[in-house]
Nanobody, 114 residues
Framework: VQLVESGGGLVQPGGSLRLSCAAS????????MRWYRQAPGKERELVAA????????NYADSVKGRFTISRDNAKNTVYLQMNSLKPEDTAVYYC????????WGKGTLVTVSS
């Protein structure tokens, strides 16, 4: 299993970013995918999740209405569209799936600052 995140960077408050996670080594279309984040000095937290066919999504209260998770099973990729970014969204964002155990990418850093 390999998960590779991309799309992070520096953005001003109120701005947008789209993260991508390219997956390989397993049957992507059969598994729920998740985005987590970890801010400096804080525990890793679940941001959003999407079921295998994309029919059900859920979000942390802190990002509801601002972030959207989606997936393209033909491209083995999951996305996180982040709008109206706030400084408190600054964190390393990780892609995750669970197949007998948790698998993680290396993360992509999102910094929201003016």
């Amino acid at each position: 299993v390999q998960l590779v995140e991309s799309g992070g960077g520096l953005v001003q408050p109120g701005g947008s970013l789209r993260l991508s996670c390219a997956a390989s080594g397993f049957t992507f279309s059969s598994y729920t995918m998740r985005w987590y984040r970890q801010a400096p000095g804080k525990e890793r937290e679940l941001v959003a999740a999407i079921t295998s066919a994309g029919g059900i999504t859920n979000y942390a209260d802190s990002v509801k209405g601002r972030f959207t998770i989606s997936r393209d099973n033909a491209k083995n990729t999951v996305y996180l569209q982040m709008n109206s970014l706030k400084p408190e969204d600054t964190a390393v964002y990780y892609c995750n799936t669970r197949r007998f155990m948790d698998y993680w990418g290396k993360g992509t850093l999102v910094t929201v600052s003016s």
